[in-house]
């Protein structure tokens, strides 16, 4: 019973957030003058973004000194649970996770068809840094190394960046699925979004996470305004 119950909920969700696909594409290619102009807003000479950058080099110079194999296989692994968690999250059943034994990438399988969700994910959502920012205001609250947990922020966000950049490209199966046109709208335009709500998360935490979504919203509606005024 619960298991129809499920397969018939992520049967409706998948067909919601499918029918939305080109209505979000169109909203973040709208917004995309907003994301742009709204990182003049951050102050990156705080000694925070110091410390976030501080762990940004840390992040490259250990990737540098691991090699190209063992960075691979870690990005696959963050690429196929990143699928796993948005595959997941609209109530699909999880068959299996699979990394390839040469290293050469690797694959998941779910119930049902899936959306576009579940396909580009990885190319725009920083997991582990996600996860770190769950704990990372009670990290802040127990100790008072706050320079050390801005490194290790800096990190997971460092290790976000190198995946999204060596996995997007041409011949990236899932971005041919979803179409060339389409996943460049999504994959950028909600880089430029999660980068500044982790800018944003740095200067204020969680508070700063919202401030910046009124910020878009705020520069937005100055973009429609003026638009407006032009005709």
């Not at 499918?18 to 102050?43: D, E, T």
């Not at 705080?46 to 691979?72: D, H, N, Y």
């Not at 580009?120 to 802040?140: E, G, R, S």
Request: hydrophobic letters at 55%; glycine letters at 6%; a positive charge.
């Amino acid at each position: 019973m619960v298991k129809n119950y499920l397969t018939m909920m992520n049967k409706i969700i998948d067909t919601l957030i499918n029918l939305c696909r080109w209505p979000i594409a169109l909203i973040i290619l709208w917004s995309l003058p907003a994301l742009v102009k709204s990182y003049q807003y951050f102050n990156f000479a705080a000694s925070k973004f110091l410390f976030l950058g501080t762990g940004i080099v840390f992040f490259w110079v250990v990737a540098f000194m691991a090699g190209r194999e063992i960075r691979a296989q870690i990005q696959t692994i963050a690429h196929e649970l990143t699928h796993t968690l948005f595959a997941f999250l609209t109530l699909h059943f999880i068959r299996r996770i699979r990394l390839n034994p040469d290293g050469s990438g690797g694959s998941m399988a779910f119930s049902g068809h899936g959306n576009w969700l579940i396909t580009l994910a990885p190319y725009f959502f920083p997991l582990f840094a996600a996860l770190y920012m769950l704990i990372m205001p009670w990290l802040l609250a127990v100790t008072d190394n706050y320079w050390l947990i801005y490194a290790i922020f800096g990190y997971f966000v460092a290790y976000y960046w190198e995946t999204v950049l060596s996995q997007v490209h041409l011949e990236q199966t899932d971005i041919i699925k979803e179409g060339y046109v389409f996943s460049a709208i999504i994959i950028i335009g909600l880089n430029l979004f999660i980068n500044g709500a982790i800018f944003a998360f740095t200067s204020r935490l969680w508070l700063g996470v919202q401030q910046y979504c009124y910020l878009i919203w705020r520069l937005n509606t100055e973009h429609w305004q003026w638009l407006q005024n032009l005709f």
